[in-house]
């Protein structure tokens, strides 16, 4: 865990309160998004955000628990679930949806801190499970609505459809730096659809 420091440098005002709370929460998404959670500094995030580093220090104690509130602010809204009767169109909005955030500045953000070290860091780390683990569990009704209407075979494991659906965007996130977008998106839903209709993502 990264310890904070003193100093007194000073960037523009953004006064105090909201206000402040807000500029620095942004500035340490930029942070994390341009330099990674290993890069992240409470100087550069201070002068991003245009207020003493000792504002930072008094509000959080360790870099760890301001990028853990940046990453919360942005992504502790329960997700919307799509329900247009039919499970391509709901798992394309799914994945369409997940596209849509990660690759926004703090889509990225989440990104660079879920792959390094920072999840060594207890309460990253619940917040790493609770952003992806909750999510698999909001999104679940979307495929057991689907078995019930005999669009999907019975037995169909929920989640272990939602692992293919994400897999093929992850992996382009996180490895192969390839273009995302909806047509990606929109390949996941094929495959995932044609495995479960092959009968291979079924309950044990």
């Known amino acids: 865990m990264k310890s904070v420091e003193s100093s007194s440098d000073r960037g523009p005002a953004v006064g105090r309160g909201p206000r402040m709370r807000a500029a620095v929460l942004a500035a340490t998404i930029s942070e994390l998004t341009a330099a990674g959670y290993a890069a992240l500094t409470v100087d550069a995030v201070a002068q991003r955000a245009g207020v003493h580093k000792t504002t930072i220090y008094r509000n959080w104690k360790t870099s760890d628990e301001l990028v853990a509130d940046a990453l919360t602010g942005h992504f502790a809204a329960d997700i919307p679930i799509p329900d247009t009767g039919a499970a391509e169109s709901d798992l394309r909005a799914l994945a369409r949806s997940l596209v849509a955030t990660m690759t926004t500045d703090a889509g990225r953000a989440l990104l ?25 569990r ?67």
Not at 115 to 121: G, H, I, M, N, Y
Not at 154 to 165: H, Q, S, V
Not at 170 to 183: M, Q
């Open 112 to 136: 660079t801190t879920a792959l390094s070290d920072a999840v060594r860091t207890p309460r990253l780390a619940e917040i790493k499970r609770a952003l992806f683990e909750d999510r698999f």
């Open 138 to 204: 909001q999104a679940e009704p979307v495929v057991t609505r689907a078995v019930e209407r005999g669009e999907l075979l019975a037995g169909t494991d929920p989640a272990e459809l939602l692992k293919a659906l994400v897999a093929p965007i992850w992996f382009r996130l996180a490895f192969t730096g390839e273009p995302v977008d909806e047509a990606t998106a929109d390949r996941a839903v094929a495959v995932a659809l044609a495995a479960a209709h092959a009968g291979v993502l079924r309950s044990p």
